[in-house]
């Protein structure tokens, strides 16, 4: 199509289906200029493994007495505010057009903070789960990704076997890990010898990222990171 006719398209769509920040409700941007400046960052130092704040910069004190598959997660927000919001209207309002300003986050949070990284996988979800929400929001998230950083993109890199409970009504750190362990399988090959990034929404205690992990460096990843959108911390 021609500049111009993609151009007049652009301005149709804008007008038969006006955006507003999710925000503040003001006309233009999903997340307009002024709330994009008030999103909770998480500003160094963090623990390098878990990526929580941590004034010292040395493993907290949860990692210090835990081993772990995964290198490192980093999340360049706390889950709270208008990322909060933004991940549940991605989630489960089917505002999937917020994958792409997200990923745009993640791509400025990747060029300011390099991590060792030669693929993207989204955390899969269980194939009952995508059937009854039509997508996966962490896929969406590394697909977006991948067209701004033109990381590959390997979506079939992890398959979801085993339905879990959901994490929020699971108490404890320990009862989390059990929960989730064994729920993921490496389906190939595809992923020895590479650097992998785990892409994800939100991370909570980092179970899931790290049962991903142990998968993928059993069937020979050299290396594992988690990035994820939001933290709660
Ligand atoms: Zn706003
Ligand atoms: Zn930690």
Not at 20 to 32: A, H, N, S
Not at 86 to 102: D, E, G, M, R, S
Not at 124 to 140: A, D, I, M, T, V
Not at 216 to 227: F, I, P
């Amino acid at each position: 199509m021609l500049p111009r006719l993609v151009q007049l398209k652009g301005i149709a769509l804008d007008f038969l289906f006006p955006r507003w920040c999710i925000g503040c409700g003001k006309e233009g941007d999903l997340i307009c200029p002024a709330c994009r400046r008030l999103l909770p960052r998480i500003m160094p130092r963090v623990c390098p493994r878990c990526g929580k704040p941590q004034s010292s910069g040395v493993l907290c004190a949860s990692c210090a007495g835990s081993t772990a598959a995964i290198d490192g997660i980093r999340a360049p927000f706390r889950f709270d505010g208008v990322i909060r919001q933004a991940v549940h209207q991605l989630k489960y309002h089917n505002l999937t057009a917020l994958a792409q300003p997200l990923a745009g986050l993640l791509r400025d949070y990747l060029a300011a903070n390099p991590l060792p990284v030669e693929a993207l996988v989204p955390v899969p979800l269980h194939p009952r789960r995508l059937k009854e929400r039509g997508y996966n929001q962490s896929g969406l998230l590394a697909r977006e990704l991948g067209r701004l950083t033109n990381f590959p993109v390997v979506e079939s890199g992890l398959i979801r076997h085993r339905q879990t409970l959901p994490q929020a009504r699971t108490a404890t750190l320990e009862e989390r890990k059990r929960n989730i362990r064994d729920a993921f399988l490496c389906p190939d090959a595809t992923l020895r010898d590479r650097q992998v990034l785990l892409i994800d929404d939100v991370s909570t205690s980092g179970a899931t990222l790290d049962a991903c992990a142990a998968v993928l460096k059993a069937s020979g990843a050299v290396s594992v990171w988690g990035l994820t959108l939001a933290k709660e911390i």
